[in-house]
């Protein structure tokens, strides 16, 4: 009898392990059969054993459990919505936002009960326009994702985002590893030059405008992104762990097989502002395409001198990407990850206000990344003067991340931020892309939502005057006033609100250039 008894509970794990091995609903049953289901049971009694054991939901870090619970109930098309109440402390916390709803709404504002789930929402700025770049454009979506590249991240997940990208008009950044084979799956890219100059570069590593530009008319690249530094090592170059580096990332970003990859900490092929934006010029000549820059923001002196240089209007960027210093998926020592750059809420507001100073804010497109893939940081973004943001680990995390903090030990249990085919079989292309592009779809609607409820049609015309930032139950100061914004600054102009009040309305074909 006893016998028996094992046999068939033998046979039983062994089919669960079979079956496990096959499905693709989830990777962590296929690369962890059997004991995987220990996690998901887990997380499914955890919050009953938090109550009394662990943490509540919104102590973790980086996304708390409600964040990455929203995000994951999202990217599987289940009920994101939340029940009896927020558990936020609201009571207690100083810097917490509140968007201030109206009760009567601004013209074109839906009132359907949830509208167009699926309602296109193009920028409310033409990128490039401004500059008269050749192939300046609207671009269709305010949402995208954020540069990561192939190496730090797997063919899989790359081609998933691509393609989850190009289901819902979102446009895919490069990151500085260069344009593989898997970013060519129907979605629009930005391609991230790098300090190392990777997909750009000739024999010797050197910048090559020729190789740039035949990259470019080989896919469907819509504007060029020059890399300053990033959130995730600011002021660092980037490492990408030799355990990561394949034959074909190697022939890829042309470096040995199997040997760290350090690119330089700064640019070779200029110096200064005056060289920066005379490269920028050039690309945008060679191209026809909008260029702008991504950095993180710390020493304030190098936004004086860009805006100083820009003002004849004779060079300028035509995009500024915000990076804030809460990190990303990138390997850094602790220090830059906990302690260099200023996080996205005042690394933006430094710049910005510059910008709107100077006069030059209608000529820039701003877009802002770090942790704003969840929809009230998203919104607070918006608020601030951002027109577009990106979202990196919120990404990874549609696609499956369990936040497990692995990214730059080649053992991401998923099969997101690794190489070893070991965990890269668990990722289904074909089912993470959709879920890729149910998790934007879903946070364009919450941004449409909220504006509806701000009363406007477009998170762009969120105001810094529309949130304000609580100190417990003592006192709330806005937005603008906390970030010492003046009246006017973080608005767009009458003119691009005009534009996306016809657009959102149905009165404009969002491809159309505006005269």
């Known amino acids: 009898m006893k016998w028996t008894l094992a046999a068939l509970g033998a046979a039983a794990i062994g089919g669960v392990a079979a079956h496990d091995l096959t499905q693709k609903r989830h990777a962590i049953l296929r690369n962890f059969p059997v004991v995987g289901h220990a996690r998901f049971l887990i997380e499914r009694f955890g919050p009953e054993l938090r109550q009394y054991i662990v943490a509540s939901n919104d102590e973790e870090r980086p996304f708390t459990r409600d964040q990455r619970g929203w995000i994951y109930a999202s990217a599987k098309l289940e009920n994101n919505y939340f029940g009896f109440g927020t558990d936020n402390d609201i009571e207690h916390v100083a810097g917490y936002p509140i968007i201030k709803h109206r009760t009567f709404m601004g013209p074109g504002a839906q009132t359907a009960p949830h509208g167009d789930e699926r309602v296109p929402m193009p920028a409310a700025k033409v990128l490039g326009g401004p500059r008269g770049r050749t192939h300046a454009f609207r671009p269709a979506s305010v949402v995208n994702i954020s540069g990561m590249s192939f190496g730090s991240l797997s063919a899989a997940a790359i081609e998933a985002l691509n393609r989850g990208a190009a289901m819902v008009g979102s446009m895919h ?40 530009k035949e990259l470019v008319a ?60 005379d490269f920028v010029e050039l690309v945008a000549g060679e191209t026809g395409l909008p260029v702008g820059i991504k950095s993180a923001v710390g020493n304030l002196e190098f936004w004086d ?197 016809d657009i959102m309305c149905g009165d404009l074909d969002p491809r159309q250039q505006p005269a």
């Open 173 to 212: 950044n490069t990151g500085e590893g260069a344009l593989s084979p898997y970013h060519r799956n129907g979605g629009d890219i930005v391609f991230q030059i790098g300090t190392a100059y990777f997909g750009c570069r000739d024999e010797h590593g050197k910048f090559d405008i020729g190789r740039l």
């Open 305 to 501: 001198q860009l805006i100083e240089a820009m003002l004849p209007r004779e060079r300028g960027v035509d995009f500024v990407n915000i990076d804030g210093g809460e990190g990303g998926t990138g390997a850094a020592p602790m220090i830059f990850a906990d302690s260099v750059a200023y996080p996205f809420r005042v690394a933006f507001t430094q710049v910005h206000r510059r910008f709107a100073a100077a006069g030059l804010a209608d000529d820039v497109v701003f877009i802002g990344a770090g942790k704003l893939g969840v929809p009230e940081n998203a919104i607070v973004a918006f608020a601030l003067g951002a027109d577009m943001i990106n979202v990196g680990r919120e990404a990874m995390m549609a696609m499956g991340c369990i936040q497990a903090q692995k990214c730059h030990t080649d053992h991401c249990p998923v099969g997101i931020a690794t190489q070893n085919p070991r965990y890269t079989r668990g990722l289904d292309v074909g089912l993470k892309s959709v879920r890729v592009a149910n998790y934007l779809i879903s946070m364009r609607r919450d941004l449409l939502k909220v504006s509806e409820a701000v009363g406007v049609v477009h998170p762009s015309l969120i105001t810094p005057d529309d949130v304000d930032i609580l100190d417990g139950q003592s006192r709330t100061i806005s937005l603008g006033e906390l970030y010492g914004y003046q009246p006017g600054w973080g608005r767009i102009s009458e003119r691009a609100e005009k534009e996306i009040v």
């Open 218 to 277: 080989s896919a469907p690249v819509r504007a060029i992104e020059i890399k300053l530094s990033q959130g995730a090592k600011p002021g660092l170059g980037g490492m990408l762990p030799g355990a990561k580096v394949s034959s074909e990332i190697a022939a890829i970003r042309g470096i040995p097989e199997g040997v760290d990859c350090a690119s330089p900490s700064r640019h070779e092929v200029f110096d200064d502002v005056d060289s920066m934006l």
